[in-house]
Nanobody, 115 residues
Framework: QVQLVESGGGLVQPGGSLRLSCAAS????????MAWYRQAPGKQRELVADITSGGSTVYADSVKGRFTISRDNAKKMVYLQTNNLKPEDTAVYYC?????????WGQGTQVTVSS
């Protein structure tokens, strides 16, 4: 029932920051776990960060200490704060909502880290 739209990507220099946003519409947002994935050209889509309906978070080792996932259930928003960005963070970032028997993906937002 959830539709997702990502925003906030762009071009940033190494060491810079971006806050990615995922806006959800539809019902039952709060019962979904939410995750950010990314996919670089020629690479598999990989999990970046996850936040459960209860607020527990997990991060890929490559982003620990740099990225923070959060959610605002009242606003039906999920965020990914990305700090100290590196060229290897360049990818299309996707938002996912999921629960048992269900998953929904956003269209993605491009993050390019380059000097």
């Amino acid at each position: 029932q959830v539709q997702l739209v990502e925003s906030g990507g762009g071009l940033v220099q190494p060491g810079g920051s971006l806050r990615l946003s995922c806006a959800a519409s539809g019902s039952f947002f709060s019962i979904n776990s939410m995750a950010w994935y990314r996919q670089a050209p020629g690479k598999q889509r990989e999990l970046v960060a996850d936040i459960t309906s209860g607020g527990s978070t997990v991060y890929a080792d490559s982003v620990k200490g740099r990225f923070t996932i959060s959610r605002d259930n009242a606003k039906k928003m999920v965020y990914l704060q990305t700090n100290n960005l590196k060229p290897e963070d360049t990818a299309v970032y996707y938002c996912k909502a999921y629960r048992s028997g269900y998953e929904r993906w956003g269209q993605g937002t491009q993050v390019t880290v380059s000097s």
